[in-house]
């Protein structure tokens, strides 16, 4: 993987200019001259060649040679709602979803935890999908969605194919399935998905009625007590990789 | 989730002496009286109920009244043979493979890699799996082995049902399958599998060959490029989860 700057707003044949910590990275970390060609992404979905025009202290201009589209982009369209953790799990949760290609973060709203997502807390996830797409070389950059309740989201997007809903409860109470039991009932492979992670301690009874009121599926991840990050990261594996 | 603490060699009706920070933890965190009733575990599979005795400066005697099996093991055996990541990574993937029910880790010895794999590494693995099984209520302790190729894995264990390499790059050259490939191909649910991830920079041609001319299946995870650790518990949930 070459080093990758991020820059929005590209476009062939448009200038580009490099500023702030990204320009200092280029000039300062990497050292470039005039002529070096380097990789930018906009998060559109393409990954812009671009040769060094011109380096000033803290501006590089850069000319936008062409453009490849990135194709590693997963086929399913997924969503993941998921109860904000704590301190570094915030952190990991995004790293984790972003290199694993889902489409969409929303920090879930739910009844037994109350944390503030402001525009500061969205402003600092995004600022980590862009750190984890230049690594992990992904072209499109997961959309931060402000925190929603589960009704709210239902309201606010396109319906999804598949909309489920995590429970770690193994009491069969709400008819909880399985993966694997979920997966053989698919008619076809799902072209988008919504899949809602709880918060510590789970959702409440009440949230879970309602989900199965709406016909949601319940899914059950097993006997295992998992931290949010960790079921929110294994339930993107398992419907990315369907 | 109530309190629990680590304890080695627990049996029924045989004392129980907490010391270090354990006790430190149960004494001065919890401020525990003589009469309560905790949680030990010693990494067996089994969760015992004990009395607190007689509390001291650095020690608390404990009656061990009774236990419980967990039965909350995944039902397939799985051992993760992974090249060990860096820094922070390392933790966070023992934290996570403990939490999703890896039986075994092995740290994987690599061609394109040589991280020091010590006694003094492995003793911060085992406190770190100790750590995670506290945290998850998982009863039985992941086992850490230490650094192996995967020749010297195969020879050192029992053969697993399933033996696979994940190889990230999806050029077709070693008929990589997909993870939905490889599962439809079961003729039924394995007990028992090894899993091979490699280290930043994937397994060399010559190491993905050799597994090949063994009839390895190799599998693809995707068009994404995933992080080791990622990679790790992408293909745990996968496996645990079919």
Known sequence: MSERFYLPDLAPGRPAVLTGPEAAHLGRVMRAK?????????????????????????K???????????????????????ALPKGDRQ???????????????????????????????????????????????RCRLMEIAPAMTREKIVAAFPPAELNILCHPISDGQFGQVSFAQLAAGFPSVPKSALV???????????????????????????????????????AASLFLHL
Chains 1, 2 share one sequence.
């Open 60 to 82: 590089i201009d850069l000319a936008v040679l062409d453009r490849q589209h990135d194709d590693r982009e997963p086929d399913l369209d997924l969503t993941m709602a998921v």
């Open 196 to 234: 809602l992670i709880g918060p510590v301690g789970g959702f409440t009874d009440d949230e879970v009625r309602r989900a199965v009121d709406d016909r949601w599926p319940i899914l059950d991840l097993g006997r295992q007590v998992y931290r949010v990050e960790t079921a929110a990261i294994c």
């Open 91 to 137: 952190k990991w949760l995004i790293e984790k979803l972003t290199e694993l290609g889902v489409r969409r973060y929303i920090p879930l709203s739910v009844q037994r935890e109350d944390i503030k997502v402001d525009d500061k807390v969205l402003e600092r996830l995004r600022r980590q999908v862009i750190e984890a797409s230049k690594q992990c070389g």
């Open 34 to 58: 005039v002529g070096d060609v380097v990789y930018l992404f906009s998060g559109d979905g393409w990954e812009y060649r671009a040769r060094v025009e011109a380096i000033a202290h803290s």
